[in-house]
Structure formats: C-alpha cells, structure tokens
C-alpha cells in the first residue's frame, strides 16, 4: 500500500519530447490540480520539466517529483511505482503511457462511468490530505476494445474523452456509423491525441449479402426448415454468395483503408444460426462462419496486408476450415454498463 500526499510540492519530469508525454503531462497536472481543489488545498500549479533540463536536477534527490515516461513504439503495457517523494509511470508506448496515468488515478478515487459522469476522491476529514492507494504492476497482454453504438456526432469527443480514462487501447465504430464514415480524418485526429486507434465493424457480416438480393438470388440466403430465409445469416456455400462477399468487403476496406482492424461477426443473438441447405450440411455452424470469414479476408489482404479481420466463434469445438493468417478471435464480450445504447467491451489477445 502507498499513500499519496497532495500538499507535497510535486513537478512533473517528463522523459522523451513526444506529443504522448507532453499531453499526459499536462492531464496529469490538471487532475492532481481538481484533487488539491477538492480538498481546499492551496498550492502552485504543477510545474512541468523536461528532465534533460538542469533544473530537473533539484528534483532528483529528496523534492516531490513525477517521471512520465513512454518508451517507443505502441505498447499498450505499463508500469506504475510509488514511495515517499517518487512517482514513476512508465508506458510500453504512448499508449501504455495513458494507460498507467489513468490507472494511478483510479487508484486514487477517480472514476469515469459515463462520459458526462466523472468522480473525484473526496477527503474523510477536514485535515486529510493524505490518499490511500494500491500499486500497480505490469498491466495488459491483449488490446481493450470498446464498440460504440452512440453515433451522435456532438458527443464522440466525449466518448473518445471517456475511453483514454477508462484504459481502452481502441474505440470501434460500427460500418454506417457517421463518425466513421464520414467524419473519420477529424475522428483520428481525436484520438490521436491519446494514441486510441480507430477500427470499424460489429454484427455486420451478413452486411456483406445485402437483402435486396433475395428476390432473384434467394440461393444465396440461409435455408431454415426448407425454405429460404433473408433474416439473420446466409449460405456461405453458395458461390453467388461468395462472389458477393468478396465484392462487398471490397469496397468497405478500400473505402477505409488506414483502418487496422475490422471486426465482422454473425447476426448478434444468432452466431450459431446458418444455413441447413443440403451443401451446408456439411459443415457446422462454426465452420460456415470461417468460410464467410475467410472470404473477406482475402480481399482484406489484397487491399491491406498488414490489417487483421476478427471473427466471433462462441465453440470451442476443432473446426476442419483453418483461418487465414490476418484473421483473429475475438476474445468473451464483456459486461458494460447500458450495453444496449452505448456499447459494448471486448478483447483480444493480440496487439496491433
């Protein structure tokens, strides 16, 4: 256990000159700033030190002081180390760099459960000024993934605000959302800011056998006790319907194609719902999904060999159709709060 004292005269050294470390610098400074405000403490403002420059030398030895560093590249991972007059966060990346910020005010009381919902420690006492916390290890082996349903255009600022303080490596957007499709320069500049990436998709693999094919294509459409069905999946065997996956996912990845990651999964509720025509019989429901997926990724490759596809399998039955190489696994959804009009959590366990 570590405690934190915010009368302590604390600067903040930051070690490397990168936009990541600036800004964290300065939303840490803000933070610590709310807290002395919360608890009627008067003091200076934090100052911010390079700490290449002499005067990061005073603090050194026995002055209060915060080192943020972020080491190059994209890791998500850090650490964070407290004793009497040190505070040290250190991030695999830029990313990681935010994650550990917003980790350690966590551990002092902050929460962030809605964009328009932040909590702030409180003091016990008139005299307390002295925060209680846990420490921190390493943290983090896969990305944090967040898929937003809110497209309201006012309010993505908010979200994307939100998910940087809630630890999320990636906001994902669904394919029709405006934010993405139309907004998606100004979006990435956004995000940026916190390194957050940008990816697309959801439920939306039947997107790509658009319905207005049953009247005169219904051999493309999952077959459900006889007949030919255009709700929920479709039959992937067929090879109209292959066709038009591929045409399809081709003109979704060429229409984004500074995207890293798209993420196409069954009918939400129905992932094991496929078709029982006589040449799907053949495969299980997990199996049509990986030819479907397959499908778009090849022409996902074709477009943008270095992004990655995830599918959503709820089996863990061996399948006889292996994936190609850029498609991964979604990991287990994870509970949210308002999953029905905000989003959805989940991971997976590789890092872009």
């Not at 209680?132 to 497209?151: H, I, V, W």
């Not at 479709?234 to 109209?240: G, I, N």
Request: net charge positive; aromatic share 12%; hydrophobic share 40%.
């Amino acid at each position: 256990m570590a405690d934190f004292d915010i009368l302590k005269p604390w600067a903040i050294l930051t070690n490397g000159n990168s936009d990541s470390v600036k800004y964290a610098a300065l939303e840490l400074a803000a933070y610590i700033e709310i807290l002395r405000a919360n608890f009627r403490v008067e003091q200076k403002s934090l100052p911010i030190i390079d700490s290449k420059d002499s005067s990061a030398i005073n603090y050194i030895g026995q002055s209060p002081h915060i080192v943020l560093r972020a080491k190059v590249g994209k890791g998500n991972g850090f650490t964070w180390r407290m004793d009497k007059f040190r505070l040290e966060i250190i991030g695999e990346g830029g990313r990681g760099l935010f994650n550990g910020m917003f980790d350690f005010l966590s551990a002092l009381g902050f929460k962030w459960k809605t964009p328009d919902n932040e909590e702030s420690p409180r003091r016990n006492s008139v005299s307390s000024h002295i925060l209680p916390m846990r420490t921190a290890e390493n943290r983090y082996s896969g990305q944090k993934r967040y898929l937003l349903f809110d497209n309201n255009q006012k309010k993505v600022e908010s979200w994307i605000r939100w998910a940087a303080r809630n630890r999320i490596d990636a906001l994902v957007f669904p394919l029709a959302s405006r934010a993405f499709s139309v907004f998606f320069e100004r979006l990435t500049q956004k995000t940026g800011i916190y390194e957050i990436d940008v990816e697309a998709g959801g439920w939306e693999l039947p997107r790509l056998v658009p319905r207005k094919y049953f009247t005169f294509h219904k051999e493309m459409f999952r077959m459900n006790e006889g007949k030919r069905d255009k709700r929920i999946n479709f039959c992937p065997t067929s090879p109209e319907t292959i066709r038009v996956i591929s045409s399809e996912a081709r003109k979704v990845f060429l229409a984004h194609p500074h995207t890293k990651a798209f993420h196409l999964w069954p009918t939400r509720g129905h992932e094991q719902e496929w078709c029982s025509c006589p040449s799907c019989r053949a495969f299980t429901a997990e199996e049509q999904n990986r030819i479907a997926i397959n499908v778009a990724a090849d022409a996902l490759h074709e477009i943008a060999p270095s992004a990655v596809l995830s599918y959503c399998e709820l089996s863990t039955e061996n399948s006889n159709i292996a994936l190609r190489e850029n498609v991964i696994k979604t990991g287990r959804l994870l509970d949210s709060f308002g999953q029905e009009t905000s989003g959805w959590f989940f991971t997976d366990l590789i890092t872009l």
